[in-house]
């Protein structure tokens, strides 16, 4: 069975690698752009980037910083930015802080992002209504299932889908030749969930079920705008934030983390090295 597993593994990763294509240039050169939300920019992981504007809460570790030190390119530019959404690729998100897109050239060899999560107040409004509707079951039923429904779901396929869809197709254009992999939100909750995430024990799985309809919204996105999807949700299985300081690679709802529901610093080299993987970079 072990030996069953790893052959499928490994043609899935075959898989990856033929359709993520060439990234560096045929004159050698490798042009590498780090773009996208919190998930990128490493928000809350010390040192802070000297270089980002302190209100997008940037990391000197995360995710582009990461993939550069391994692939060393001619080049990089990191533009990640807490908060952003997707319609941060065409303008400014804050004030001195250019659109997203304006680092992207027809020079770029390879983009990195992870973007959506933000787009419609999706990925912390979801968290922080489920958290509050626990309050008023004492953490009990399914309160904010009962309250909401499909009003995530439906934000997804209505609004983050398309947005996020036409914010690849933007980058392909300004970056024809470019390998751009998008990467996948990490597994915040397991199966049963934990007292430190602040849902109701029966909301874990509505939860759950929003991310896994979040990814596969990405998932479909980058199919249809043929980019890479780096696929995140089983690599992070058992390191949810509901596991011990040393093993969970996203921080809790109520913990110590002044970022919470992101990931941490192992989380981001996890995100790192899986696009590397994917990618076929060293």
Not at 197 to 219: E, F, H, P, S, T
């Amino acid at each position: 069975m072990r030996k069953r597993a790893l052959v499928m593994v490994g043609a899935v990763i075959a898989g990856l690698l033929a359709h993520a294509g060439p990234v560096v240039a045929d004159n050698g050169t490798l042009d590498y752009v780090g773009m996208g939300d919190s998930y990128s920019a490493g928000s809350g992981i010390f040192p802070s980037d000297p270089t980002a504007s302190p209100l997008c809460l940037r990391s000197e570790r995360d995710l582009a910083h990461q993939m550069a030190a391994a692939i060393l390119p001619t080049s990089f530019n990191d533009v990640a930015c807490g908060a952003a959404q997707t319609k941060d690729f065409y303008g400014s998100q804050y004030w001195g802080v250019p659109a997203q897109l304006d680092a992207v050239n027809a020079d770029t060899d390879l983009i990195t992002m992870t973007i959506g999560g933000n787009d419609s107040n999706l990925f912390v409004g979801a968290m922080a209504a489920c958290a509050s509707a626990s309050v008023l079951t004492w953490g009990f039923g399914s309160p904010c299932k009962s309250i909401y429904g499909s009003t995530f779901a439906n934000k997804i396929t209505n609004e983050v889908y398309p947005a996020v869809r036409a914010a690849l197709l933007a980058t392909k254009a300004k970056a024809p030749s470019a390998t751009i992999a998008i990467i996948g939100y990490l597994e915040q909750l397991p199966r049963g969930g934990c007292l430190g995430m602040g849902i109701a024990w029966g909301d874990v799985d509505y939860v759950r079920g929003i991310q896994r309809q979040l990814n596969d919204a990405i998932r479909r996105a980058a199919a249809e705008a043929g980019v890479t999807f780096v696929d995140m949700a089983a690599v992070s299985a058992g390191h949810d934030s509901c596991k011990s300081a040393s093993v969970r690679w996203v921080e809790p709802f109520l913990g110590n983390s002044p970022v919470p529901i992101h990931p941490n610093a192992a989380g981001i080299a996890a995100m790192a090295l899986q696009t590397r993987l994917v990618l076929g970079l060293p």
